[in-house]
């Protein structure tokens, strides 16, 4: 079974609506991390988590809100989706303390096209 | 602007010989340093790391150089096979961002038989 999941695996929507990305982990990882992957750009942070109760922006969170529900489960929303955020979405988890400093591990990711 | 960049979009080698692929940086906090590779329809995978207290990092058939007054690292694959067809990214942090990552642009390698 997969450590990190993400759902749905492809999405495709409409300017103007509401959707959530989920993400999932069984790594017990305390960090978990959402970036956007558009081509020839390579991947940009949108939030991330140290623990439940940390929220933190990256470098590209405007559009974009997060939850995490609990040390496993954190999801991304895109609160009116618009067509500029038609990317591949990952999900990542991270716990330096067991791992070694800032080893990520990621989901499959999410395809999402805003029509 | 963009701290960490990978120059060549895309790159092809025979079966058996090395591939080099080649990441540069600006930010001169960065002291940790990784290479993940990416399949198509799958997330990144972490393949190896250096600490800038390294010059040098090994593991199998993948080796990282650091060059640190030139702000360039590598990734070697001796000997590349077909399996190793992926898209490379290096990625970079600093101590102070904690375990922030930023990411380069991206190398498709292709290992040709």
């Known amino acids: 079974d997969a450590d990190v999941t993400q759902t749905p695996r492809n999405r495709i929507t409409k300017t103007g609506k509401r959707i959530m990305l989920e993400c999932s982990q069984t790594?017990?990882?305390?960090?978990m991390y959402w970036y956007r992957q558009d081509p020839g750009l390579g991947l940009q942070l949108i939030y991330y988590?140290?623990?439940?109760?940390?929220?933190n922006k990256g470098e590209i969170s405007d559009g974009y809100s997060v939850s995490r529900q609990a040390q496993a489960k954190f999801s991304l929303s895109l609160e009116s989706a618009i067509p500029n955020q038609t990317a591949l979405y990952f999900c990542?988890?991270?716990?330096?303390?067991?791992?070694?400093?800032?080893?990520?591990?990621f989901g499959p990711g999410t395809r999402l096209l805003v029509l | 602007d963009q701290q960490v960049k990978q120059n060549s979009p895309s790159l092809s080698v025979q079966e058996g010989r090395i591939s080099i692929l080649n990441c540069d940086y600006t930010?001169?906090?960065?002291?940790?340093f990784l290479w993940y590779k990416k399949y198509p329809a799958e997330g990144p995978t972490f393949l190896i790391s250096?600490?800038?207290?390294?010059d040098k990092n090994e593991d199998g058939r993948f080796t990282v150089f650091l060059n640190k007054s030139a702000k360039h690292l590598s990734l070697h694959i001796v000997p590349s096979q077909p399996g190793d067809s992926a898209v490379y990214f290096c990625?970079?942090?600093?101590?102070?961002?904690?375990?922030?990552?930023?990411f380069g642009e991206g190398t498709q390698l292709t290992v040709n038989p």
């Open positions: 990542a988890t991270s716990d330096p303390s067991r791992e070694g400093r800032e080893t990520q591990y």
């Open positions: 790594k017990g990882h305390d960090r």
């Open positions: 988590s140290f623990d439940v109760k940390d929220i």
């Open positions: 930010n001169s906090m960065f002291d940790y």
């Open positions: 250096i600490s800038s207290i390294k």
């Open positions: 990625a970079a942090s600093e101590e102070t961002s904690g375990s922030r990552l930023t």
